[in-house]
């Protein structure tokens, strides 16, 4: 097992980055990694010649209030996971690195994307992830970049973003990995105590029963992961919606997304699944 190298400065990183085979991946990541993670790792170890991870921590996507400051750090763990990965550089800047002093200020606007479902619960929060993201890209210039489907309205985003900008790489969504009891992955998940833990896992069971009133049509879809829902009165939803693929509105018939935010205890999750409306025949 290969240490990766560790670049903490973007002058460290061009350099690791220009001896890197290509093509090259980027998985950016804000650290305290799980399965999750070193799925994303393992995918992108699969399709390029060097890898390049992230862990940073962004504080321009973190709201007043929110966990910036108790976001869980824990570095020498996250460096053992990605040596058994096998990435080959770790950038772990510290945060004057990616936004220096004296900056003008410079960021991407989500658009009108991004001020809907997680957009409306935490404005500004898709504006940082955008800016850093596409800091993270010019720094590490890669033909590929790696970003799981849990956060599926940041993947939709991010995609648009490389479209519109005419950014030259390839994002690569990979599907959310989940405990045994279904509960999405999440760093996040080890602020639950045992009783929240248990009462979290109805985002998935709720929207697996969506899914599967799918055949019936949008309005079933809704009322049935609804139904779960309120089977469980400790969490606190903060939405519930069903669209099309790219965030758009829901269809009458065809592919559509199904996403869940809620609260259990401090701590809100985020969750969604692929739906098929209608007959698919």
Known sequence: MTRPAVAETTAELARLRAALPGPVALVPTMGAL??????????????????????????????????????????????????????????????????????????????????????????????????????????????????????????TLIRAMVRELVLPLEVVGVPTVREDDGLALSSRNRYLTPEQRVTAVTLSRALRAGADAGRHGADAVLAAASAVLAGAPDLRQDYLALTDPDLGPAPSTGPARLLLAARAGGTRLI????VQVGDPR
């Open 271 to 274: 969750d969604n699944t692929s």
């Open 34 to 155: 799980h399965e999750g993670h070193r799925t994303l790792v393992r995918a992108a170890r699969g399709r390029a010649g060097g890898v390049v991870v992230s862990v940073f921590v962004n504080p321009t996507q973190f709201g007043p209030g929110e966990d910036l400051d108790r976001y869980p750090r824990t570095w020498d763990a996250d460096l053992a996971a990605l040596a058994e990965e096998g990435a080959d550089v770790v950038f772990h800047p510290p945060v004057e690195e990616v936004y220096p002093p004296g900056a003008a200020g410079v960021t991407v606007h989500p658009g009108p994307l991004g001020d809907v479902l997680e957009g409306a619960v935490r404005p500004g929060h898709f504006a940082g992830v955008l800016t850093v993201v596409a800091k993270l890209f010019g720094l590490a210039r890669p033909d590929l970049a790696f970003f799981g489907e849990k956060d599926y309205q940041q993947l």
